[in-house]
């Protein structure tokens, strides 16, 4: 567990191990149960007392964002009116994946060759023997272009993303279109 203050909030990084130790996985499928608030409350006060963050807040607002590298980080923001509970989750990306190398590296060209997605938040993870790409904010056109010409599909199911982030390999992360297709394509 990390904990750092970022201009009077709390900041908590935990890994895939530290998020299921401290159940805050059950925030991203119960997130309006006593169980998951309860945990909230104790990763607060834990976290809180590793860095002796004082505050008379007695409220926070509290935003959770999975890491695609693994993990999550949870901001704790003192609020004086009543709490809001804001479950961030892998909105805006989607995955795709390839049966081949040469399906997913063919992916990663055309996106790269287009400067409007060539710096888009991307990932590639090895998940058991096929590859998968998670793209943000990518439009429903080249979705459906990458799906037609190169990807065997998309992944829609949230357990089946958690799965590739918890036990997929990591090959390219936060830009993995840039570095693949800066690697293939020499202009």
Known sequence: ??????????????TDTETVKYNIDLVFFEKDSKESADSLVKLLKRAAKTVGFN????????????????GCEIYFIPKTQKATFVKATAKGYTAFEFQTTEALLSA???????????YLASDIYKYQDKYRLF?????????????????????????????????????ALKNAIYIVGSAMCKE
Do not use: H, W
């Open 1 to 14: 567990m990390t904990v750092t203050v970022i201009d009077g909030q709390l900041k908590v990084t935990l």
């Open 55 to 70: 505050t008379a807040a007695e409220v926070f607002e509290i935003e959770i964002y999975p890491v695609f590298s693994g």
């Open 108 to 118: 990663c060209e055309l996106l790269y060759r287009n400067e409007a997605t060539r």
């Open 135 to 171: 793209v943000k904010n990518i439009s429903s056109d080249l979705k459906r272009q990458i799906t037609r010409e190169f990807a065997d599909g998309s992944i829609q199911s949230r357990l089946e993303r958690s799965k590739t982030l918890e036990y997929g390999k990591p090959i």
